[in-house]
């Protein structure tokens, strides 16, 4: 049952939180200076930094770990999940750290920010996640109706 489609929603979910490795979060541009929070070439919060990647490294093995689970429903529907709560995570993750950013530019008369497409990840990936768990739990439904029937 590897065809069906919430595999095409878990790829897609898979191939979004992949593409936040190369790309930045966002851009703070002050007076002289411009800086980059994001992944890809990293900025001056290492600590930060660090939990963005662990915390998409988890959501990407835990995607693709559901995406190899597709014989056991349930488990598939947990690791779902598990997914989804992880990129809520990064959500409030990524909002503190950008509310921390903000609060250390505060002094800057000229602050530009500019959102790049990782900002909008786990958001999107989010909405692919649901999809998933959506068709798993058709899926589920279709064969315990049909087990009723025997």
Request: charged fraction near 15%.
């Amino acid at each position: 049952m590897i065809q069906r489609i919430q595999t095409l929603y878990l790829l897609i979910a898979l191939i979004l939180n992949l593409l936040t490795y190369f790309y930045h979060w966002v851009i703070y541009k002050a007076d002289n200076a411009e800086i980059t929070y994001g992944i890809a070439g990293l900025s001056t919060q290492e600590t930060s930094i660090s939990l963005l990647v662990v915390f998409i490294s988890m959501n990407v093995s835990i995607i693709l770990l559901s995406i190899l689970q597709f014989k056991n429903r349930k488990r598939q529907m947990n690791s779902v999940r598990a997914s989804m709560m992880l990129a809520i995570l990064l959500c409030a993750l990524f909002g503190i750290r950008h509310y921390q950013n903000i609060q250390l530019f505060q002094m800057e008369e000229s602050l530009e920010i500019s959102y790049q497409f990782p900002v909008f990840v786990p958001i999107i990936s989010l909405v692919f996640l649901w999809l998933a768990l959506n068709g798993i739990k058709k899926d589920e439904d279709l064969v315990r109706s049909i087990d009723r029937l025997r």
